[in-house]
């Protein structure tokens, strides 16, 4: 076991940690993360993707830098999300090890296995799910969100099929082998795209982004109105896999992406960021015992020239909580800024925090803000280290104590392309922001910077951050039974 392993394992024997509070309080300080580094769309048949280690200690010689490349056997695969074999959703049993990382791949419709725990330092291949195995034991492809689950087995969202077409669905793996057990829902969802399940309170619930044929041309606005894009929360059974809800968000509710339930497992709420609308919606357990969603933030469009269209969304991207529920953080990819909330008034969110970033509003660029309801200027660009930031926020993921945000820039490469074609020639980067998680606040690190530009085989594009011991996107806590329920 890992040096990060055995004291994210705490006192439970098992991976992990006993509760959200019990991670946040005490969970190490992260010295590593691994990111998926992906190949740019013009270079996709010459170069494969590969699992980059960085170092983020900062006392170690070697902070900020990329410390190994684990490149995949296949190419045009575009890696995206990763998750884990085993996380704290397992806490407490000894037979289970958080040593493998699970990469699949949205593209490529394959699942790269990497086991992380024989040398955290130099992840290796260890197994993968190949293309036919997802098209013949589950017909689905473009594999998503991955998560274990407490019996030790994996779950792997999918969106579509082998033919493109969307159609959610959910892959179930052995949590050994790794072998494709089967699909997990009863009958197949319209889109998918993220999850989360608490068996607590015996639901599973989806977002939708849309069909692979869609979203793997490029964002397409006409594909919107022809009905290839999602707005739908999907409302599961856990026990049954069944669905029992779809829950319709409505014109401010376009393509629901990242969804997160409060961590405390008794909770009954949670939060989705809708992309296209650039609105949050929470999501909760009425009275009645009804799943429902009511929109809590909006980010108002900008009137723009010199842009694709002649309104610009924020874009909401990417989304997560901290892991004492009370802060929301998510990023505005097009407008370029990353948002904190305080969220101890579920219904009423409130911001206190804001920094820009980048994103397609810069001073001195082609875009030009007409009209703007919430800022009177366009801001101006960002350097770290002596470099201008480029592209907009888009990944972020939150230190375990809450005081520190890795982001990354790469949303999909072909859209990456459309929006911020500078990627595929410059490369992405990675920056941290220091987090005021006391009153609120966020501040740019000017001593972090990782640049993808510099990268052996050309500009790389840097999606999903993950610690070895796991983190407040990757890790699902589990309430006992005895606990009293929250509504």
């Known amino acids: 076991m890992s040096s990060s392993q055995e004291e994210a394992s705490c006192c439970g024997g098992g991976p992990g940690y006993a509760t959200p509070l019990d991670a946040m309080n005490h969970g ?19 170069c494969a993707d590969y699992l980059a280690t960085i170092d983020v200690d900062p006392n170690s010689p070697t902070y900020a830098k990329v410390i190994h490349r684990l490149y995949m056997p296949n190419k045009g695969d575009e ?19 958080r040593n493998r990382l699970i990469l699949p791949c949205i593209n490529g419709d394959r699942v790269y296995v990497v086991d992380v725990g024989t040398n955290e330092r130099e992840p290796r291949l260890f197994t993968s799910v190949e293309p036919w195995q997802l ?63 608490q068996p607590y309170h015996n639901v599973l619930i989806s977002t939708e982004w849309g069909a692979p044929k869609a979203f793997r041309s490029g964002f397409n606005p006409q594909h919107v109105a022809d009905g290839l894009y999602g707005n739908h929360l999907n409302v599961m059974d856990w026990t049954t896999h069944e669905l029992i809800k779809r829950i319709d968000l ?46 809590v933030i909006s980010i108002p469009p900008k009137k723009v020239t010199g842009w694709a269209m002649d309104t610009m969304p924020g874009l909401i991207t990417d989304i997560l909580i901290s892991l004492d529920d009370r802060y929301l953080y998510f990023s505005n990819w097009l407008h370029g800024d990353i948002r904190q909330y305080d969220i101890t008034d579920r219904r009423n969110p409130k911001l206190v925090g804001q920094v820009f970033l980048g994103g ?16 009177k200027s366009q801001p101006d660009p960002v350097y770290v280290k002596g470099q201008r930031l480029r592209g907009g926020p888009q990944m972020i993921q939150l230190s375990l104590d809450g005081k520190r945000l890795y982001v990354t820039t790469s949303l999909f490469a072909k859209w990456d392309d459309q929006f911020y074609p500078e990627l595929a020639k410059e490369g992405c980067q990675m920056y941290i922001l220091d987090v005021n998680n006391v009153t609120g606040g966020l501040s740019l690190n000017p001593n972090f910077l990782v640049d993808f530009g510099k990268e052996p085989q050309g500009p790389m594009l840097a999606h999903e951050v993950r610690y070895p011991g796991g983190d407040c996107s990757s890790d699902i806590w589990l309430a006992h039974t005895g606990v009293k329920n929250k509504m």
């Open 28 to 46: 190490p300080r992260e010295k590593l993360v691994y990111v998926p580094c992906i190949t740019p769309t013009s270079r996709k048949t010459e």
């Open 135 to 197: 098209h013949n034991k589950a017909n689905l492809g473009a594999p998503h969100t991955t998560h274990c689950l407490g019996s030790g087995e994996v779950l792997i969202s999918c969106m579509g099929d082998e033919n493109e077409e969307g159609k959610g669905g959910f892959v179930l793996l052995d949590g050994q082998s790794f072998i494709v057990k089967g699909t997990w829902e009863k009958k197949p969802l319209e889109f998918g795209y993220d999850y989360w399940y």
């Open 79 to 97: 890696l995206h999300h990763s998750g884990w074999n085993a996380c704290s959703s397992c806490f407490g049993d000894p037979s289970k090890s």
């Open 360 to 375: 397609s509003v810069c001073k001195g660029g082609s875009v030009k803000v007409t009209s703007d309801p919430e800022l």
């Open 250 to 295: 409505g014109p401010d509710g376009k393509l629901p992406l990242e969804i997160r339930f409060l961590h405390d497992p008794t909770a009954t709420e949670g939060y989705v960021g809708c992309a296209l609308s650039s609105t949050v919606f929470r999501f909760f357990r009425a009275p009645n015992g009804q799943w429902e969603a009511e929109k």
